[in-house]
């Protein structure tokens, strides 16, 4: 069919599909909304889990669905509000009619002036019709200019990893490889921005043209344009689509600029704040933890403790092998298998009797760095690899305190950290707890 595109019986086709399409639009419209509404926050606590676990590839994937999921809800929510009215007002036409000035008998000039900005009542019907449609296929459209952002972001984060850091390249041929290509794409998305806002003004100029066709060509291939190329040059040779899109673009950034907004109660605090001997942080107590909140770094039971001993929980994240190799560099293996990987191949080639080993060695390595003190009391740490009660990974301990008097304590975990080949212990966490035994 798409061959017989010129032929007059699929014209007309496409003209029945045009004129039968907004029955489709509040269709798809509906399922939309009501599936975007049931996955949007299962996807946001998705984030805020890749986020607070840093990982960073999750993070990014998970970051542009919602922010997909969050344009989709307003555009189809604004169509729907729109396509409703449009509806609403057939039925009025079809009991009322067009508008008829004569019959409201105002004045000479509120029915001049009305007749000039109101003007036909079907014209206001084509007008919705316009806006329904436009902003419905606008919806779409935008989810591939997020993806076309996150893409050339991507690649130039790509370029950065495989020339300019990238060990297996010398420290010559990296930078001399990887800087001009760097130059060529962050200029190349400048250039493509540009054009973009100006609704092609590089297009348009004849010398100019020619400098911005090879940009134009690398990032049509990076951003997937060939996707979706026809549909951005249908709005732009049409004025209302054009003036509706700009529209549009104040809107989001209202959006955006309204959703940094929150209300304070004090000068002095706020609702983020760290845990430390005046502040009781909900994400330091597993017992406090809910759906969308997870372990900041360290984590008792409770905030009230009535055992005789206190579990502690430090969540796990990459730079912990960062400051296990700073005090033990034999752990330090020569391919790091850190960050996104197939699990269908593994590069280790160590025995698992070494590998047991060496798993030994670096918890042992752990306890040293790492100390636990209450109030002023060293406790003795005896870390192993476990799990927290939402499902987290790290590492926990379990000290006893059957010997603490009763009352306020503040627990401090300290981390040993080289600083110009001197040794410092700084704070890791301080959580605040009140121990009143059975």
Known sequence: MSQDYNNPAFKKLLQKLQEESWQLELLISGFAIFGLFTAFPHISIAVKAAQNDEKVYSWIVLTVVMVSCAILIFNLLLHVVLRGLWIGALGLRYVSGDIDYEELNYSQKFSKYLKKKVGSFDRYIGRLEDYCSIIFAISFLLIFYVLAFTFSILTIVIIVRLTVDNDAISDTYGPLIGIPLLLFFVTGMLLTFIDFLTLGWLKKKKWLSRIYFPFYWVFSKVTLAFLYRPLVYNFLDNKFGRRVSLALVPIYILIVIASTFN????????????????????????????????????????????????????????????????????????????????????????????????????????????????????????????????????????????????????????????????????????????????
């Open 263 to 438: 209300y304070k109660t004090s000068n002095y605090f706020s609702h983020d704040m760290d845990s430390n001997s005046i502040i009781a942080d909900s994400r330091n107590y597993e017992d406090a933890l809910t759906e969308d909140t997870f372990i900041q770094d360290v984590a008792i039971e409770s905030k009230i403790v009535t055992n005789n001993y206190l579990k502690v929980f430090m969540m796990i994240d990459e730079d912990f092998d960062d400051y296990i190799f700073d005090f033990n560099p034999t752990l330090k293996p020569e391919d790091d298998l850190r960050g996104l990987k197939s699990q269908m191949y593994t590069n280790s080639t160590v025995s698992w009797s070494k590998r047991d080993s060496l798993r030994g060695a670096y918890m042992k390595t752990l306890n040293d760095i790492f100390t636990i003190k209450i109030d002023s009391t060293i406790y003795k740490s005896d870390f192993i690899l476990g799990e927290s009660s939402n499902g987290q990974k790290g590492f926990e301990t379990y000290i006893g305190i059957k010997n603490l008097p009763e009352g306020k304590h503040l627990l401090k975990v300290l981390r040993e950290r080289i600083r110009k080949k001197d040794t410092q212990q700084v704070y890791y966490s301080r959580i605040p707890f009140w121990y009143y035994p059975n």
